[in-house]
């Protein structure tokens, strides 16, 4: 079995400082973790991916996350918000036992979070 | 381009009626899947394809189906609409852990 639990719905900031979107996770297996943004009417695009390398992964715009095992943690951070950043964002947990590692199984959503930058 | 497409992109229709919702991918992907997506309930996973013939449930697949028939497509099938299953849904694939392409979402109304 496997869950994901975003720990805030909604996250405000100003422009400039930095951000911080919580996510914990449980897994029966090691786990895959995921964090994908979702712009207003739009669909979804893959900030970062973590799968058993580098503890701390790094993303694109800016944004990374640290796997903490101990924690079962995967929070996502970024030094400085922009307003573009201004979206939904999900964390993802998946399942590869099944698959050997290779591709995905179940994919587990958090229930999302809502970044608001105000300038 | 590489791209996963789904259709129709809006669909309006009655409770009880058969619908089906198509997705295609040209990538030759052998992962897809399935999502519907709430407010406050983030993406929920309905069903999930390893490869052609192989499919498995995801956390929420009461109502729905689906099928593999070929390797491009899996459409999703909803055999008797019921109003709860109005939501925004969302066809995925992808290739040896990659990441997950998105197409544009379907939004369903079930009156």
């Known amino acids: 079995a496997q869950s994901v639990t975003q720990l805030d719905s909604h996250v405000s900031v100003s422009e400039g400082t930095p951000v911080l979107l919580r996510c914990n996770y449980s897994?029966?297996?090691?786990?895959?973790l995921f964090w994908y943004v979702q712009h207003p009417n739009k669909g979804l695009q893959l900030l970062l991916k973590?799968?058993?390398?580098?503890?701390l992964v790094k993303g694109i715009n800016g944004f990374e996350a640290e796997f903490k095992k101990s924690e079962t943690s995967f929070h996502l951070t970024k030094p400085s918000a922009h307003m573009s950043d201004a979206a939904e964002y999900f964390c993802?947990?998946?399942?590869?036992?099944?698959?050997?590692?290779?591709?995905?199984?179940?994919?587990?959503f958090g229930q999302g979070t809502i970044l608001t930058v105000h300038p | 381009e590489a791209q996963v497409t789904q259709n129709p992109r809006y669909l309006i229709t009655v409770t009880g009626k058969k619908l089906t919702v198509t997705c295609s991918q040209n990538?030759?992907?052998?992962?897809m899947s399935w999502y519907r997506q709430d407010p406050g309930l983030g993406l929920r996973q309905i069903y999930y394809?390893?490869?052609?013939?192989?499919?498995d449930k995801g956390d929420v697949p009461e109502g729905y189906k689906v099928s593999r028939k070929e390797k491009r497509n899996f459409p999703l099938i909803l055999e008797s609409p019921s109003p709860n299953q109005t939501s925004l849904y969302f066809c995925?694939?992808?290739?040896?852990?990659?990441?997950?392409?998105f197409g544009s979402g379907t939004q369903l109304s079930v009156l």
């Open positions: 973590y799968t058993s390398a580098a503890t």
């Open positions: 990538m030759n992907h052998e992962y």
């Open positions: 995925a694939s992808s290739t040896r852990g990659a990441q997950l392409f």
């Open positions: 394809s390893m490869n052609v013939e192989v499919t």
């Open positions: 993802v947990v998946s399942s590869l036992a099944n698959a050997g590692g290779t591709s995905y199984g179940k994919l587990t």
């Open positions: 897994s029966s297996y090691s786990p895959s």
